[in-house]
């Protein structure tokens, strides 16, 4: 059986360790469609994983990568045959199932999305599971009655994966997007992506009252903590706040105020086990709402798996905008 490469965590004496391992199939979590992978990206939480910084690995050694895209190589499963090409984000793949750092991947075929026509398997991978996550934020704010006519959106983390992609498809949807970001330099940035707004979180009053002036008619939150908390006290009455992410921190110290006086809805946003339904309505959206050149704008980085360390201790120190691929074969 023939070897290929692949990035593997590995319990270390002091938390983990991540290096590049010549691997078999035999050494892969079992599943039935075996994929070439052509390429991954790297999310905020791979960068966790691979730095050790957050325990995201549930076994060891574990094939870190939480998205892959590539070609079906063989397929127990009747529904995919060799030569279709796919794509494959959350599922626990670079948790507790070997991910899509590695030259092949092997998956369960219930995991399995087609690749969208309108896409190609590079640029699935430039929106990963950050991409797919803004549009499931953006999915289930509209399921839940949000409208563009109803006033600003404001995008927290906005120059991360989640947060870039955010304001790409909400500004593409037709909404006013007021983009937060902690970083200097990446408005000019942000306003190519389509926000009419930039706001610098060392500027904002966060406020301490359990209701503070209603400003936003919706919100899309990558950071947790005092900015969640903040959009749930200045959100307008009826507005959607979508939890996504923990950039900043797990907390949320806020009152019922906002959902009972002004009924407020806070969205949770799960990527990992969406169900394939909405799975596959969520890439439809964002197949119809992404134009060929955001891609190009939104992808700033791409590396070989050995470079994939260092990309993500980048990624981990807030260097980075937008969202960095991981080249496998690197077919279309
Ligand atoms: N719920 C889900 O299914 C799901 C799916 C995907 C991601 N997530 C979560 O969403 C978040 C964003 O993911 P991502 O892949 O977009 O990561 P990312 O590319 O690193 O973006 C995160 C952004 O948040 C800001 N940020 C980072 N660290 C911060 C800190 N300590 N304090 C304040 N702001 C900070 C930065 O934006 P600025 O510099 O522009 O301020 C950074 O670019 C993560 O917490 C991730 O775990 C959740």
Known sequence: MSSFKALRIHEAEQGTTARIDDVTLDDLSEGAVEIRTAWSGINFKDALAVTGKGKIA????LVAGIDASGTVEASEDPRYKPGQKV?????????NHDGGYAERTRVRGDWVVPLPDELDLRRAM?????????????????QNGQRPD????????ASGGVGSFATRLFSRAGYAVTAMTGKADAADYLRGLGASDILDPAQVDFGKRPLEKAEWAGAVDALG??????????????????AIGLAQGIELNTTVMPFILRGVNLLGIESVYCPMTLRLKIWERLAELLHAEDFDAICTGESGLDDVPRACAELMDRKVRGRTLVRLSGEQ
């Open 58 to 61: 549930r076994k060891f050694p």
């Open 87 to 95: 794509v494959v984000t959350g599922w626990g793949m670079g948790e």
């Open 126 to 142: 430039i929106v990963g599971t950050a991409g797919f996550t803004a549009a499931m934020a953006l999915v289930r704010m509209e």
């Open 150 to 157: 109803q006033g600003p959106v404001v995008i927290t983390g």
């Open 225 to 242: 903590g005092e900015p969640l908390t903040w959009l749930t006290r200045t959100t307008r009455p009826f507005g959607n706040v979508a």
